[in-house]
C-alpha cells in the first residue's frame, strides 16, 4: 500500500494564496477528484504532489508498505498526464514508448500498448505528425500503463474525441486497480469514477 500525506500544505505566488493548511492522506486503493474553477491551483497541487513543484509552506510523505520515500526518489512512483508535459516529438511513438520504459517500467510491451491504443498504422510515423487527439493517447499510455502506483490526472480528455473517450475510461477500467488515482478537472466525464472528490475552495 501506498500513502501520500500532506501536512499543512501551502502555495503563494507572489502575494496571491492559492490554497493553505492542506492536511489530508491519501491511501491506495482510491480514485479522487480535485475540484475547483480554473485558476483555483488544481494544477497546481498536483505538480506538488508529483515533485515538480515545492510548497510555500508544509511537507508531504510518501510511504509505500510504511516504509518512507525519499523525496528524490518519488519519481519512479508515479506517473503524471497532463497538458503541461511534453512528448519528444522528434520520436516515434515506437522509439518514445521504448525510451520511456527505460527508466519507468511499463504493464505492457511496446507493441501491446501500441495496439491497445489503437495507432498500430503510427507506430512509425514521428510523433510531430501526430494529431492532437493521437498526441494525447500517447500522453494517457505513458501514464496509465507505468507500474507507478501513483497515478496523476490533469484534464485527461483534453482533445479526445468520442473514440478517444471510450479509451480513456478503459484505462481507469484496465489500469487504475491498487492505486492512488487523482484527476484534477471541471469535467464530469473525467471524473465520474472518482468515489471521493475534494474542492480546492476549501483550502482556501
Do not use: W
Request: glycine share 4%; net charge negative.
Amino acid at each position: 500500500m501506498i500513502q501520500i500525506e500532506l501536512n499543512h500544505i501551502e502555495k503563494k505566488y507572489n502575494e496571491e494564496l492559492l490554497f493553505s493548511d492542506i492536511n489530508h492522506t491519501f491511501s491506495s486503493p482510491c480514485i479522487i477528484a480535485l475540484l475547483g474553477i480554473n485558476g483555483s491551483g488544481k494544477s497546481t497541487l498536483l505538480q506538488i504532489l508529483a515533485g515538480y513543484l515545492s510548497p510555500s509552506k508544509g511537507t508531504i510523505q510518501y510511504t509505500i508498505n510504511q516504509q518512507k520515500i525519499s523525496p528524490d526518489d518519488i519519481y519512479q512512483y508515479v506517473s503524471v498526464c497532463a497538458p503541461y508535459l511534453e512528448l519528444i516529438e522528434e520520436m516515434t511513438l515506437s522509439e518514445f514508448l521504448s525510451y520511456h520504459a527505460s527508466f519507468k517500467p511499463q504493464k505492457m510491451e511496446v507493441n501491446e500498448i501500441i495496439a491497445y491504443i489503437g495507432l498500430e498504422k503510427s507506430k512509425d510515423k514521428l510523433i510531430e505528425k501526430y494529431s492532437s487527439g493521437m498526441k494525447q493517447r500517447v500522453k494517457l499510455a505513458q501514464a496509465f500503463i507505468s507500474n507507478a502506483p501513483v497515478l496523476l490526472l490533469d484534464e485527461p480528455c483534453t482533445n479526445l474525441d468520442e473514440e478517444g473517450i471510450k479509451l480513456y475510461e478503459k484505462m481507469i477500467q484496465d489500469f487504475t486497480k491498487d492505486k492512488i488515482v487523482i484527476i484534477a478537472s471541471n469535467d464530469p466525464q473525467e471524473t465520474k469514477h472518482c468515489t471521493e472528490k475534494y474542492y480546492i475552495r476549501d483550502f482556501k
